[in-house]
């Protein structure tokens, strides 16, 4: 793959002005699907390997509307949507790209270039573009919001053509380019690596949101929070949040490894859900759970963290106290859920929907990372080349944390600027996901 003179510029550091005066390139390395492969997985297709579908290779360049900028990406990482996508399921993102296309015809694509967090130098600024500028070192917000609507003012999330960047909208970070709105626009961490700055903001912000925002389960101090996938994308950034807030967290995992990690990451109370070798899809099962939780902490949880859905969610509203919530934004075990109503609507229980975040609540999640109160959660790095073998490993549940993707940085460990703060924290820290489980 031939590099540009802009990229090579970016990765050396160029000054804004050399970069402003370089052409962009008309085509760029991208982690893309192609349309004409949906319908490739059989229905009944028991492992829908996202290697057979997720390529990468060159895709055109596209131009840049006014409210945009062009981002030359150093780094991004694999989120369970990418898994999604490859999958082309739910449905296949495509379908969103079609309809996404009847207002702006650059994203209907027979590509789809995929990728919702990054991180990099912007290298072209759209002419509404006010706050950024050329060699500004940023990372990004993975909502797509049109700024025009209403009730953006009062919660972005509530925007009526909300999208996931990269997932619902074409040009993603997953490539050596990306086009993202000015207002997905944060400060880059300066104490981060461009992989560690790269892997934070989808999960931190969606995290964020369900135990703190306004909209989610709101927790106190003190509140017990019981958190699936203690040690995944989002469970190792709620881990940090329920701590930095005071309450109490209780990790479920599913190996002694990684059960091993979360009691390094300071959670006091951890659960093994392979103990539950008769499931936890039955109230037998969710009995057995409750009993496990009020044995290692006295009490039931006021909060449950919830995104694995139907093999999980039955047990989640079970073991919720009396008044508590169950906050979720996903189903990685299947949509379809079912629970017992008579534990929700008897114990006064709340179920809370909750997705991504708004910019502001990624504004307050970007502050907490760069001031050194949230930790990256990066346990490995892949080259652009290698994304679908990155994402083969999400796909199987190989990984912890987040995984990274290096797309124009030549290696791990660049980027950083603040070494004092670096050294401040301490890498055993920010390496904490890092260490061989
Ligand atoms: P991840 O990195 O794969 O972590 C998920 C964790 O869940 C795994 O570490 C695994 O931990 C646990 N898990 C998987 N299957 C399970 C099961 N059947 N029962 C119990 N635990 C199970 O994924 P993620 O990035 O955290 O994302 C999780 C889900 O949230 C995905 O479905 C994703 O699409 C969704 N999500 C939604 C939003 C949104 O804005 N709506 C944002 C981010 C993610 P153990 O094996 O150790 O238990």
Same mark, same amino acid.
């Given at each position: 793959?031939?590099?540009?003179?802009?990229?090579?510029?970016?990765?050396? +550091? @160029?000054?804004?002005?050399?970069?402003?005066?370089?052409?962009?390139?008309?085509?760029?390395? @991208?982690?893309?699907?192609?349309?004409?492969?949906?319908?490739?997985?059989?229905?009944?297709?028991?492992?829908?390997?996202?290697?057979?579908?997720?390529?990468?290779?060159?895709?055109?360049?596209?131009?840049?509307?006014?409210?945009?900028?062009?981002?030359?990406?150093?780094?991004?990482?694999?989120? %369970?949507?990418?898994?999604?996508?490859?999958?082309?399921?739910?449905?296949?993102?495509?379908?969103?790209?079609?309809?996404?296309?009847?207002?702006?015809?650059?994203?209907?694509?027979?590509?789809?270039?995929?990728?919702?967090?990054?991180?990099?130098?912007?290298?072209?600024?759209?002419?509404?573009?006010?706050?950024?500028?050329?060699?500004?070192?940023?990372?990004?917000?993975? @909502?797509?919001?049109?700024?025009?609507?209403?009730?953006?003012?009062?919660?972005?999330?509530?925007?009526?053509?909300?999208?996931?960047?990269?997932?619902?909208?074409?040009? !993603?970070?997953?490539?050596?380019?990306?086009?993202?709105?000015?207002?997905?626009?944060?400060?880059?961490?300066?104490?981060?690596?461009?992989?560690? @700055?790269?892997? &934070?903001?989808?999960?931190?912000?969606?995290?964020?949101?369900?135990?703190?925002?306004?909209?989610?389960?709101?927790?106190?101090? +003190?509140?017990?929070?019981?958190?699936?996938?203690?040690?995944?994308?989002?469970?190792? %950034?709620?881990?940090?949040?329920?701590? &930095?807030?005071?309450?109490?967290?209780?990790?479920?995992?599913?190996?002694?490894?990684?059960?091993?990690?979360? =009691?390094?990451?300071?959670?006091?109370?951890?659960?093994?859900?392979?103990?539950?070798?008769?499931?936890?899809?039955?109230?037998?099962?969710? =009995?057995?759970?409750?009993?496990?939780?009020?044995?290692?902490?006295?009490?039931?949880?006021?909060?449950?963290?919830?995104?694995?859905?139907?093999?999980?969610? !039955?047990?989640?509203? %079970?073991?919720?106290?009396?008044?508590?919530?169950?906050?979720?934004? !996903?189903?990685?075990?299947?949509?379809?859920?079912? %629970?017992? &109503?008579?534990?929700?609507?008897?114990?006064?229980?709340?179920?809370?929907?909750?997705?991504?975040?708004?910019?502001?609540?990624?504004?307050?999640?970007? =502050?907490?990372?760069?001031?050194?109160?949230?930790?990256?959660?990066?346990?490995?790095?892949?080259?652009?080349?290698?994304?679908?073998?990155?994402? =083969?490993?999400?796909?199987? &549940?190989?990984?912890? +944390?987040?995984?990274?993707?290096?797309?124009?940085?030549?290696?791990?460990?660049?980027?950083?600027?603040?070494?004092?703060?670096?050294?401040?924290?301490?890498?055993?820290?920010?390496?904490?996901?890092?260490?061989?489980?």
């Amino acid at each position: 793959m031939k590099t540009t003179a802009l990229a090579e510029a970016v990765v050396a +550091g @160029a000054e804004p002005a050399e970069l402003a005066r370089l052409d962009v390139p008309s085509a760029y390395r @991208a982690a893309h699907l192609r349309k004409d492969e949906v319908g490739s997985f059989d229905q009944d297709d028991q492992d829908k390997d996202v290697r057979r579908t997720l390529h990468v290779g060159e895709v055109p360049m596209p131009e840049l509307a006014e409210d945009e900028v062009l981002v030359a990406v150093m780094a991004s990482a694999i989120n %369970y949507n990418t898994v999604w996508s490859a999958m082309f399921e739910p449905v296949p993102t495509f379908a969103f790209l079609e309809r996404f296309g009847r207002s702006d015809a650059r994203h209907d694509l027979p590509v789809h270039v995929l990728g919702s967090d990054a991180a990099g130098v912007i290298v072209r600024t759209g002419r509404a573009v006010r706050r950024w500028r050329v060699g500004d070192r940023v990372v990004t917000s993975p @909502a797509y919001v049109d700024g025009e609507d209403p009730v953006v003012q009062h919660d972005g999330m509530l925007a009526g053509d909300l999208r996931a960047w990269g997932f619902e909208t074409n040009f !993603g970070g997953l490539a050596d380019f990306a086009v993202v709105k000015a207002t997905q626009l944060l400060a880059k961490p300066r104490h981060l690596s461009w992989e560690e @700055a790269a892997c &934070n903001m989808l999960c931190a912000s969606t995290a964020y949101r369900m135990l703190v925002g306004e909209r989610g389960a709101r927790m106190k101090q +003190g509140d017990v929070v019981l958190l699936w996938g203690a040690t995944g994308g989002l469970g190792g %950034y709620g881990v940090q949040l329920v701590r &930095n807030g005071g309450g109490i967290p209780v990790g479920v995992v599913g190996t002694q490894e990684k059960a091993e990690l979360l =009691r390094r990451m300071g959670c006091p109370y951890v659960v093994d859900r392979s103990q539950f070798d008769g499931g936890l899809a039955d109230e037998k099962g969710w =009995r057995r759970l409750g009993a496990e939780i009020r044995r290692q902490v006295g009490e039931d949880p006021a909060i449950v963290f919830e995104h694995t859905g139907r093999e999980t969610f !039955g047990a989640s509203v %079970y073991v919720a106290k009396r008044g508590g919530a169950v906050v979720t934004c !996903g189903s990685s075990s299947g949509y379809a859920h079912e %629970y017992d &109503n008579r534990h929700l609507w008897m114990k006064l229980k709340r179920i809370i929907g909750s997705h991504g975040a708004n910019y502001q609540e990624c504004h307050e999640v970007n =502050r907490l990372i760069a001031l050194g109160m949230v930790h990256p959660t990066l346990s490995a790095v892949y080259p652009l080349e290698e994304a679908a073998q990155a994402a =083969r490993a999400v796909q199987l &549940n190989q990984h912890v +944390g987040k995984v990274g993707v290096l797309a124009l940085a030549p290696s791990e460990d660049l980027g950083v600027e603040d070494h004092a703060l670096r050294a401040r924290i301490g890498e055993d820290r920010l390496r904490l996901f890092r260490r061989p489980l």
